[in-house]
């Protein structure tokens, strides 16, 4: 009788070691459960980590008027969204009336490549995509301000650039929430002016000197539409 109860006893104790281990697994595992979900929110949501919007990707044209303190200044510039490419066209006055001369460049981010073209000679050169200007470091910084342009609404971040020389200047922003470029998740024309911050395309940019001389970039006319005839090269010849 005495050896049955002994039996019994350790029968119960063995049931009940067991259903511990198992209740303390389950709370285990849900806590590793928990914190694997915490770190998955984390990431999914932190607004420092840009990731491409899809639903307002653009293709087509922007057209920027480019103006300075100076009121005669009326240079403009197109900027070109292909798939994989950017293509910028400077227009600034000639040395006579009505003279209109340009500059042409494409940005290519398939190869890393930076094609300087010659529309009257029909030739470019080729590059590697960020020689230009290099050294220059933008630090940009969102104040939660927001502007409107074209009646798009931009979220503007500003800041400062800083020169290879070492020469500094106010800058300022303003990315539409309406066209994203998902191609590059950062690209800065000629390293400097951005043209794409964080996947968003740039509507409006301002520089300041130290000598308070101020330059604007602001978009006029946005055109989306297939552009693949602006990056055509038949016709030219490499030089």
């Known amino acids: 009788m005495k050896r049955t109860a002994l039996l019994l006893l350790s029968f119960f104790i063995c049931i009940a070691l067991a259903a511990q281990k198992k ?28 990731v491409p919007d899809t639903a307002t990707k653009f293709t087509g044209v922007i057209k920027y008027r480019i103006t300075t303190d100076d009121p005669s200044d009326r240079d403009s510039m197109f900027i070109v969204f292909g798939e994989d490419k950017m293509r910028f066209i400077m227009f600034y006055p000639g040395y006579k009336e009505g003279d209109i001369f340009q500059d042409n460049m494409i940005a290519n981010f398939k190869d890393s490549s930076f094609l300087v073209m010659d529309n009257r000679a029909k030739t470019y050169k080729t590059e590697k995509l960020g020689n230009r200007n290099s050294g220059t470091v933008f630090s940009l910084n969102n104040f939660k301000k927001t502007g409107l342009i074209l009646k798009y609404t931009c979220q503007e971040y500003s800041g400062q650039m800083t020169t290879k020389e070492g020469d500094n200047f106010e800058v300022a922003a303003l990315l539409s929430k309406q066209h994203s470029y998902i191609s590059t998740q950062d690209y800065n024309f000629m390293n400097i002016q951005p043209a794409v911050v964080g996947y968003k395309i740039v509507l409006g940019y301002r520089t300041k000197s130290s000598e308070n001389e101020n330059t604007y970039i602001i978009a006029y006319k946005i055109e989306p539409g297939n552009v693949d005839s602006y990056f055509d090269l038949a016709g030219f010849q490499a030089k």
């Not at 709370?27 to 607004?47: A, E, G």
Request: proline share 7%; charged share 50%; net charge positive.
């Open 23 to 50: 209740s303390s697994k389950k709370k285990d595992d849900k806590n590793d459960k928990d914190k694997s979900n915490r770190v998955d929110y984390i990431l999914k949501t932190d607004p420092a980590v840009p």
